[in-house]
């Protein structure tokens, strides 16, 4: 099978195209930077890099003639209502050609909630989702959980008066579903191996569901040190002023207020991909990284 991967120098979708080579599929990597170092590392697995802009549709087109299939990961945060164009770019390239399009995409806020809240990040990918369903391109959806490798970069604990790694957000003591990106490959794998039809149905991808008190708990037991999750109300996150601290804000709240339970997509992940990681065995296997994200975190 040949497979369209975007985004394949990024997290997620770095992790399908890793996936689809080493279950032997060929892959066409698109992305705007093919001379970055993560596209080194995708040519040396074997994947075809190319250069291509979601954001040109005569090109989108282009890319999607000639391949079997195709993963489909749109960017927020570096283009924010543009994604929208993006994903419709994509999105009737593959109706066209009539393309399986594996499409990840997430829960609208404002449907989930009945508009008691809206988080723009989320709504974009309910438009692009909208769009897809009404088009007609055979598509299947994947909602992907947290990243376990937030705990590396955006929320990194870092240690406080007493030394004690803290990290904190306006999640409550509410459970929590995330994942480990490297997992998100091997389950969109299996959508396209599987001879699933591609009619519209939404996968999760879940590795572990916890309150953020027993993250901490099990980041403790990794490095032999104290760590501690301490809320943070909605308020006070947004008004921290980076980029995006209202959104995420906005986010976390609501997925304390509207999203109980992820079990169902859990069990399902763990179907579809035994080998996902629970949060403890991948904080333990990235300790040493922990570590660095922490002392980094804390000199800043």
Not at 62 to 83: C, I, K, M, S
Request: hydrophobic share 45%; glycine share 10%; with cysteine.
């Amino acid at each position: 099978m040949k497979v369209l991967v975007t985004g394949a120098t990024g997290l997620q979708g770095g992790s399908v195209a890793r996936a689809l080579r080493a279950a032997g599929h060929e892959v066409v990597a698109l992305t705007r930077r093919p001379e970055s170092d993560a596209g080194a590392a995708l040519r040396e697995l074997g994947a075809v890099v190319v250069r291509g802009d979601l954001g040109d549709a005569a090109a989108t087109r282009e890319a999607v003639a000639g391949v079997d299939a195709v993963f489909g990961l749109t960017n927020y945060w570096e283009h924010f209502a543009r994604e929208i164009d993006h994903g419709k770019n994509l999105v009737d390239a593959c109706r066209d050609r009539r393309v399986h399009l594996v499409l990840s995409t997430l829960a609208s806020a404002e449907v989930v909630s009945g508009g008691a809240i809206s988080v723009p990040h989320l709504e974009t990918k309910r438009a692009i989702e909208g769009h897809a369903r009404a088009s007609g391109a055979p598509v299947t959806f994947v909602h992907v959980a947290f990243y376990y490798e937030n705990f590396l970069s955006w929320f990194a604990p870092r240690k406080d008066a007493r030394g004690v790694a803290v990290f904190g957000f306006p999640q409550g003591d509410a459970p929590l579903a995330a994942v480990s990106v490297e997992d998100v490959g091997p389950v969109v794998a299996s959508v396209l191996e599987g001879g699933e039809e591609p009619s519209g149905r939404t996968v999760g991808v879940v590795g572990d569901e916890l309150a953020c008190e027993k993250y901490a708990a099990a980041m403790a037991r990794a490095l032999g040190e104290p760590v501690e999750y301490q809320p943070i109300p909605r308020d006070v996150f947004a008004s921290f002023g980076f980029p995006g601290a209202a959104d995420l804000a906005a986010m976390f709240d609501f997925t304390r207020r509207f999203v109980p339970s992820r079990q169902d997509d859990l069990d399902d992940t763990r179907r579809r991909h035994p080998g996902a990681e629970r949060f403890e065995a991948w904080a333990t296997r990235r300790a040493a990284a922990l570590r660095e994200a922490i002392a980094r975190s804390s000199r800043g």
